[in-house]
Antibody, heavy 119, light 107 residues
Framework: QVQLQESGPGLVKPSETLSLTCAVS?????????WGWIRQPPGKGLEWIGS???????YYNPSLKSRVTISVDTSKNQFSLKLSSVTAADTAVYYC????????????WGQGTLVTVSS | DIQMTQSPSSLSASVGDRVTITCQAS??????LNWYQQKPGKAPKLLIY???NLETGVPSRFSGSGSGTDFTFTISSLQPEDIATYYC?????????FGPGTKVDIK
């Protein structure tokens, strides 16, 4: 079955760039679907960050658009998130997930990775 | 942007009780509404898509209904393993948006 696994630094300094990768197994990204990033600050709700298709077509949440870049590497079957100029407010568990379509539902999800922004 | 609200924000019920959570969208989203279950320390899990379709493998005690702006999620007989936070999510328009969540625990 399809599995997703996030990886990246667990600690990022303020004003620096957060970088995460989501490795996909059990399905080829090149075969279709959109792939997305969602985050959840500690004790809070879920926020969609953005999504990408294997062609590289992207959609971003306007609230983060100026700082977000999502890219895909079909040769490695993974996609990545970069969030620039981070502050403490970007501290969150970051999840990657498959989308049912450009707009749709998220399923399955990765286990999530906690990123803390602190000096 | 479409805003999602949920009520109640939390509830406590007994095993076997019928539990109902409501989700309201700030504008008509047709049936483009999904429900997720998130247990502590775990990733969310899709339960219901398109307002009323049960995801494969999800117990039949979970159900969803509604269209337009008002939606309902029901657990027909609450089980101890249903302790979790439940989120609705709209996909009628970007940005994709989740409700604030409803925390369910056992009385």
């Amino acid at each position: 079955q399809v599995q997703l696994q996030e990886s990246g630094p667990g600690l990022v300094k303020p004003s620096e760039t957060l970088s995460l990768t989501c490795a996909v197994s059990g399905y080829s990204i090149s075969s279709g679907y959109y792939w997305g990033w969602i985050r959840q600050p500690p004790g809070k709700g879920l926020e969609w960050i953005g999504s990408i298709y294997h062609s590289g077509s992207t959609y971003y949440n306007p609230s983060l658009k100026s700082r977000v870049t999502i890219s895909v590497d079909t040769s490695k079957n993974q996609f990545s998130l970069k969030l620039s100029s981070v502050t403490a407010a970007d501290t969150a568990v970051y999840y990657c997930a498959r989308l049912s379509g450009a707009y749709g539902w998220f399923d399955p999800w990765g286990q999530g990775t906690l990123v803390t922004v602190s000096s | 942007d479409i805003q999602m609200t949920q009520s109640p924000s939390s509830l406590s019920a007994s095993v076997g009780d019928r539990v109902t959570i409501t989700c309201q969208a700030s504008q008509d989203i047709s049936n483009y509404l999904n429900w997720y279950q998130q247990k502590p320390g775990k990733a969310p899990k899709l339960l219901i898509y398109d307002a009323s379709n049960l995801e494969t493998g999800v117990p039949s005690r979970f159900s969803g209904s509604g269209s337009g702006t008002d939606f309902t999620f029901t657990i027909s007989s609450l089980q101890p393993e249903d302790i979790a936070t439940y989120y609705c999510q709209q996909y009628d328009n970007l940005p994709l948006a989740f409700g604030p969540g409803t925390k369910v625990d056992i009385k």
